[in-house]
């Protein structure tokens, strides 16, 4: 079982640019997607981004296509978001989810606003 940590949210201008982390602790992290999710208030969680356990594939929601970049270092237990050009719609708390057929894990989440 691994257990996450978020990092990496703040407030950032449109147009620029945002790296959040998910740092794992556990055995087994190599074993597990990682997606990332958003949620905004009275709003459902949202799929942003999602990355393999071993990392050669990746998905994205149509917003976060062309903008963000999910990557991960099973070496290191770390996924990461990198958000570019960011929007005021990207405004949101973002989650990431460890996921096997077994268990699932998430973090506790970190705020992003995206205001000028």
């Known amino acids: 079982q691994v257990h996450l940590v978020e990092s990496g949210g703040g407030t950032v201008q449109p147009g620029g640019s945002l790296r959040l982390s998910c740092a794992a602790s556990?055995?087994?992290?190599?074993?597990?997607?990682v997606t990332w999710y958003r949620q905004r208030p009275g709003e459902e969680r949202e799929l942003v981004a999602q990355?393999?356990?071993?990392?050669?594939?990746?998905l994205y929601s149509d917003p976060a296509r062309g903008r963000f970049t999910v990557s991960r270092d099973n070496t290191k237990n770390m996924v990461w978001l990198q958000m570019v050009n960011p929007k005021p719609e990207d405004t949101a708390v973002y989650l990431c989810q460890a996921r096997t057929g077994l268990d699932t894990a998430w973090g506790q989440g970190t705020q992003v606003t995206v205001s000028s």
């Open positions: 556990g055995f087994g992290f190599s074993d597990y997607t």
């Open positions: 990355i393999s356990a071993v990392g050669r594939s990746t």
